[in-house]
């Protein structure tokens, strides 16, 4: 049981805008900045958003975070094939000491 | 270009110990914290521990705390995790990444490829 909470599966078709949600806790979320990672199967993971909404070099405008208290959102617009992936949301928990990581949400486009 | 290569992954029996490591280059190694993650296969990802820059910081997630060691060597430009008293719950791959820390957070911006640990008899 992960301490950050993400739906199993998201699907979409492609050039559609989907969103993965991810909800913690006081500790965590709501204290702390969500970090958002992109798995493509068989690969390393791949910084996608940090501190809740800022986008890394090198990323496409089509992905965005957001916040708001205690839980966090992932949105992906104008959809692709290879947006395919597993995505992970992350943060620090007070609690625990701890980066604790969400179970990950698989995105199919369809 | 930042590369982060990870060793010392292998099988090894229940009980036994396992020391990983973790060659940097590409960036200043000794101004960052860096951190291991680990994913057992078709899983999620799991934090197992973290050190900054000068060693003086260190983190262990729940399920290793006890059994693992993280340490540096700045000089080297390397990253270990010493593995003991590994049950089958360690079979996972094996992640170094590097952290990059602010007055406000830190996050993850470089992973390497991985180091598979299997336990097994």
């Known amino acids: 049981q992960s301490v950050l909470t993400q739906p199993p599966s998201v699907s979409e078709v492609p050039r559609q805008r989907v969103t993965i949600s991810c909800s913690g806790g006081s500790s965590n979320i709501g204290h702390n900045a969500v970090n958002w990672y992109q798995q493509v199967h068989g690969k390393a993971p791949k910084l996608l958003i940090y501190?809740?909404?800022l986008l890394p070099s090198g990323v496409s405008d089509r992905f965005s975070g957001s916040k708001s208290g205690t839980s966090a959102s992932l949105a992906i617009s104008g959809l692709q094939s290879e947006d395919e992936a597993d995505y992970y949301c992350?943060?620090?928990?007070?609690?625990?000491?701890?980066?604790?990581f969400g179970g990950g949400t698989k995105l199919t486009v369809l | 270009e930042v590369q982060l290569v990870e060793s010392g992954g292998g099988l090894v029996q229940p009980g036994g110990s396992l020391r990983l490591s973790c060659e940097a280059s590409g960036f200043n190694f000794d101004e960052h914290a860096m951190h291991w993650v680990r994913q057992v296969p078709g899983r999620g990802l799991e934090w197992v521990s973290g050190?900054?820059?000068?060693?003086?910081?260190?983190g262990y997630g729940d399920s290793v705390k006890g059994r693992v060691s993280i340490s540096r060597d700045n000089a080297k430009n390397s990253l270990y995790l010493q593995l003991n008293t590994l049950g089958s719950e360690d079979t996972a791959l094996y992640y170094c990444?590097?952290?990059?820390?602010?007055?406000?957070?830190?996050?993850?911006?470089?992973w390497g490829q991985g180091t598979l640990v299997t336990v097994s008899s």
């Open positions: 992350a943060a620090w928990d007070d609690s625990l000491n701890a980066w604790v």
């Open positions: 990444a590097k952290g990059v820390r602010s007055s406000y957070s830190e996050y993850f911006d470089d």
């Open positions: 050190i900054n820059w000068n060693s003086h910081s260190i």
């Open positions: 501190y809740d909404d």
